[in-house]
Structure formats: C-alpha cells, structure tokens
C-alpha cells in the first residue's frame, strides 16, 4: 500500500474509532438539566423508568447515527478493508465461521467464567445485569445490545484497533492487546477475563477469514443469546424445574 493510500487508511480509521467515542460520550449530555428535559416530555412513563427509557431510546438513536456515519467514511476508502495479505474467505465460508464463532466465545466464555471461580470472583456481569434492566423497561436497547453494539465494536476493536496493531506485530500480540482494551472499555474489571477472551476469540475470526462480518456475526449472536435468556430466565427456571419433577 502506497503512503498516500496508507494515510488516507489510517485517517478514515482514526474517524471511525472518534465516531464510536462520541457515540459513548454522547449520553453525558442528557445530564444537561434543560436537555433532559426537553426529552422527557416525549416518554411515556414516569419517575425513574422514564429517565432509563430516554436512556436506552438515546443509546438507540445515537448508535444508528454512529453506524450510519461509519459506513458513509468507510464507503470512500475502498482501501479501508486491505488489512491482511492473501484471499478472503467467500461470504458463505465467513458466514459459517461466524455461526461456528458463537460457540466458540460461548466455550472461552464458560472456561473464563471457572477461571475467575476459582479466582474466588462470582458468576454475573454488572454491566450485563444493568443492561438487562434497562431492556426490561425499554425494549429499544435490544436494538443497541444485538444489533449496533456489536457492529460498532467490531469495526473499533477488531478493525482499527487490531487490524492497526497487526500491521506491525503478529497475531498473538494485536489479538492479546486488543483484547485487553475491548474488555477495558466496558468498565467491569472484575470480569475482565471474560471480555478479553471474547475479544481474543473475535479477533480471530476476523484474522481467520479476513473478513469483519465473521466477528459481527458471533458478536451478535452472543449479545443476542445473552439477551434471551436473561430476559427469559424466570419461564426457563420453570421449565427445569417442571422437567426435572
């Protein structure tokens, strides 16, 4: 890649990773008195439900602004996406992988999970828990759990952030680093095992396929597992216990 091209590469990388920061950001704003107001008058419900349905509505919205922008700057560098040497893999063989790439963050997950039980750290996410709570009043949030959050995460941690480092490192070094900050940006330190095998195991579908759609798939798939069956826990607790009367 010439150096013209290169730098144009790296500066649609640099506004992709700013678009994701203030997509993060944003929310600071409805702590502006007047502007949470302002919104408010538009919600529904009442006392402290009607402070997280703006919540998830303004995580909802502002995610899909991010995309949209993200894909308008990625859309004038066709060069955006030459981060490896060699074929790509087709679209069904990604696809596949992807599906496979599910189970394969499910299982890290679950290693990682007996890792920090023995490390005397308890099941259960805080921030999956907070999450999980605001879903439950706002539904619109599964659009940015399952849908944006995992597209968006892709393209930051696997694309700029990874796909920067490995231009000069090996896999072993972007995939660990990498990692490691994907897992820091959720602000759970005491799971950070967790998130940084995810991250890891992300970071190598995309390094096997050469494709970023292999990683939002299995992304998406988790975040929308994870999804089911918390909002879903009490009929499944049922249903174990009616099976095993």
Not at 63 to 91: D, H, P, Q, R, T
Not at 143 to 155: A, M, Q, R
Not at 172 to 201: E, P
Request: a neutral charge; charged letters at 10%.
């Amino acid at each position: 890649m010439s150096t013209p091209k290169k730098f144009q590469t790296q500066k649609t990388a640099f506004y992709v990773l700013l678009t994701y920061i203030l997509f993060q950001l944003s929310s600071f704003i409805l702590l502006i008195p007047p502007i949470r107001e302002f919104f408010l008058q538009f919600i529904s419900k009442d006392g402290v439900n009607a402070g997280i349905t703006l919540a998830a509505w303004w995580s909802s919205v502002t995610a899909a602004i991010a995309f949209i922008v993200c894909m308008i700057l990625m859309s004038k560098n066709k060069n955006f996406w030459n981060v490896f040497n060699g074929e790509k893999a087709s679209i069904p063989v990604s696809i596949g992988w992807g599906i496979m790439g599910f189970f394969l963050v499910y299982l890290g997950q679950t290693i990682g999970a007996y890792i920090e039980l023995a490390l005397g750290i308890e099941f259960g996410s805080e921030n999956t828990e907070t999450i999980m709570l605001v879903t439950e009043i706002a539904p619109i949030m599964i659009i940015t759990t399952v849908l944006f959050g995992p597209i968006l995460e892709e393209l930051v941690f696997r694309r700029v952030v990874f796909g920067s480092i490995i231009q000069t490192q090996n896999f072993w070094v972007a995939g660990i680093v990498s990692s490691i900050i994907f897992a820091a940006i959720h602000i759970d330190f005491t799971h950070i095992i967790l998130y940084t095998i995810s991250g890891f195991v992300f970071a190598f579908l995309y390094y096997k396929t050469k494709r970023i759609l292999t990683s939002i798939i299995s992304h998406m798939m988790l975040n929308g597992f994870v999804t089911f069956i918390q909002l879903n826990a009490d009929k499944i607790q049922q249903i174990s216990d009616q099976l095993n009367k």
